[in-house]
């Protein structure tokens, strides 16, 4: 043991050290800053990649460019059933999703602050996960109303009744969801995060306000499509760890035609 020491020269531990520096440096000119050499090997044995998506392979500024419906109504009830508000700026504030909803509803004369003294919020049932909707109740003269927004296909589960182009109410059959999923689809196909809004007039306020008490017996207004631009650099990474052999896999929330758009 001692020869062996003893033929280990004094100056190695220096000179792994300026290698490793060296090595270091010429990874960080390849924008790899590198901490620990542990990490470098993980890399290299990596298969997959779970990436998420809002945010991390889009820009996660959302703009609403495309709804079917009545569009004051649809407005309203986005702008009434969301949690964000307009700055002194008249900007948005508050969740991505539903800026663009409250953006959508200035642009169209509906200032969010405005409709809230008009009808103001008496209650809601926040939005969850698992169920893919929100709904809020408002006072509005001598009764209430009810705005529910969400997924689309889960929307549709809950209503009975359909707002048309005339301000008629007509009954929600087979033929009239086909075309309401039809016209998501349609969005989806180009990459357009789908919502649809409902609402249900009310003569008295709800006794309780859990989701499966008023989330019922709705009337579906319409949809809106807003767009998440995909990151100008995200398409090349893909490629560049397809090249590597690694697997990108894109982990999102959004319906599934929509995810594949992107």
Do not use: W
Request: aromatic fraction near 4%; charge should be negative; hydrophobic fraction near 45%.
């Amino acid at each position: 043991v001692s020869l062996a020491v003893a033929a280990i020269p004094e100056g190695l531990a220096t000179v792994v050290t300026v290698v490793l520096s060296i090595g270091v440096t010429k990874m960080s000119q390849r924008n790899a800053v590198i901490r620990r050499l542990t990490a470098v090997e993980t890399l290299g044995c990596t298969q997959v990649i779970c990436s998420d998506k809002t945010g991390t392979l889009t820009q996660n500024k959302m703009t609403v460019v495309d709804h079917i419906g009545e569009t004051n109504l649809v407005a309203t009830a986005m702008a009434l059933c969301s949690d964000a508000n307009l700055n002194e700026e008249n900007q948005a504030e508050g969740e991505p999703t539903e800026c663009a909803l409250v953006n959508f509803a200035y642009k169209v004369g509906l200032p969010e602050a405005d409709l809230e003294k008009a009808t103001p919020r008496v209650d809601e049932a926040p939005f969850d996960s698992g169920r893919k909707m929100m709904s809020t109740i408002h006072a509005v003269g001598a009764g209430f109303v009810q705005y529910t927004k969400g997924a689309p296909d889960e929307i549709l589960k809950r209503c009975t009744t359909a707002l048309v182009k005339d301000g008629k109410t007509i009954t929600l059959n087979d033929a009239t969801r086909a075309m309401i999923l039809a016209a998501n689809k349609g969005m989806a196909d180009r990459a357009l995060r789908v919502l649809a809004a409902s609402y249900k007039p009310l003569s008295a306020e709800p006794e309780v306000y859990e989701s499966d008490a008023v989330e019922n017996d709705l009337c579906f207004v319409g949809l809106v499509g807003m767009i998440d631009p995909p990151r100008p650099e995200a398409a090349e990474a893909v490629r560049i760890c397809r090249r590597a052999g690694i697997k990108p896999i894109m982990i999102t929330g959004d319906h599934v035609v929509t995810a594949a758009a992107i």
